[in-house]
Nanobody, 122 residues
Framework: QVQLVESGGGLVQAGGSLRLSCAAS???????MGWFRQAPGKEREFVAA???????YTADSVKGRFTISRDNAKNTVYLQMNSLKPEDTAVYYC?????????????????WGQGTQVTVPS
């Protein structure tokens, strides 16, 4: 079982930036890595994913502002978040999956972290 630990969340003013990290307990080379978020009272939603070869996939709501990357040597995936908005406020979760498609399908992801809170006051 892969254990995932997210870090880097916090409170940031609108327009600011944060970088989230997700450290895995084992090698991530064989996995697709994804980021999801869940705002209060809302369903969990896809944010971004990165394939085993490093191809990024990003939700339209964050495209151009968020960038996902991975460092296989460190078993870590990152989410660089720029130009943050109040609607980005949520708990952000890291997850891993097998396969090479359905990157935005939450139910395809096997292992999940505990999440890290990101708050952008309005």
């Amino acid at each position: 079982q892969v254990q995932l630990v997210e870090s880097g969340g916090g409170l940031v003013q609108a327009g600011g930036s944060l970088r989230l990290s997700c450290a895995a307990s084992e090698r991530i080379l064989a996995y697709v890595m994804g980021w999801f978020r869940q705002a209060p009272g809302k369903e969990r939603e896809f944010v971004a994913a990165i394939s085993r070869s490093g191809t990024p996939y990003t939700a339209d709501s964050v495209k151009g502002r968020f960038t996902i990357s991975r460092d296989n040597a460190k078993n870590t995936v990152y989410l660089q978040m720029n130009s943050l908005k109040p609607e980005d406020t949520a708990v952000y979760y890291c997850a891993v999956k097998d396969g090479t498609s359905r990157y935005s399908e939450m139910n395809d992801y096997k292992y999940w972290g505990q999440g890290t809170q990101v708050t952008v006051p309005s």
